[in-house]
């Protein structure tokens, strides 16, 4: 399993940037997607992007595409989102997640606590 640890959330106007950290811990097989979900009050949870291994596929959905840019260091053991030209729709808790397969239907482990993330218009 992985343990998964998000940081980084907070309250920004719209048009602002944050940036999210994830910090895995644990064992998996060598390689491993990796990725970000989110999930908006009264809705449920959504795939934002996801990320190889190597880091060179990456995956968005496409409300974000163009705007968030999902990135890792192996060596960290950490998954960042960036996030730019933040707008109210964006506002959700954000988990992120480890699977084999770039649509993270299949999770190494539990979600984490997730990260708020709160964009006033």
């Known amino acids: 399993q992985v343990q998964l640890v998000e940081s980084g959330g907070g309250l920004v106007q719209a048009g602002g940037s944050l940036r999210l950290s994830c910090a895995a811990s644990?064992?998996?097989?060598?390689?491993?997607?990796m990725g970000w979900f989110r999930q908006a009050p009264g809705k449920g949870r959504e795939f934002v992007a996801s990320?190889?291994?190597?880091?060179?596929?990456?995956y968005y959905t496409d409300p974000v595409k163009g705007r968030f840019a999902i990135s890792r260091d192996n060596a960290k053991n950490t998954l960042y989102l960036q996030m730019n030209s933040l707008k109210p729709e964006d506002t959700a808790v954000y988990y992120c997640?480890?699977?084999?397969?770039?649509?993270?239907?299949?999770?190494?482990?539990?979600w984490g606590q997730g990260t708020q993330v709160t964009v006033s218009s």
């Open positions: 997640a480890a699977g084999p397969a770039q649509d993270l239907s299949l999770r190494y482990g539990p």
């Open positions: 644990g064992s998996t097989s060598s390689t491993y997607y």
């Open positions: 990320i190889s291994w190597s880091g060179v596929q990456k």
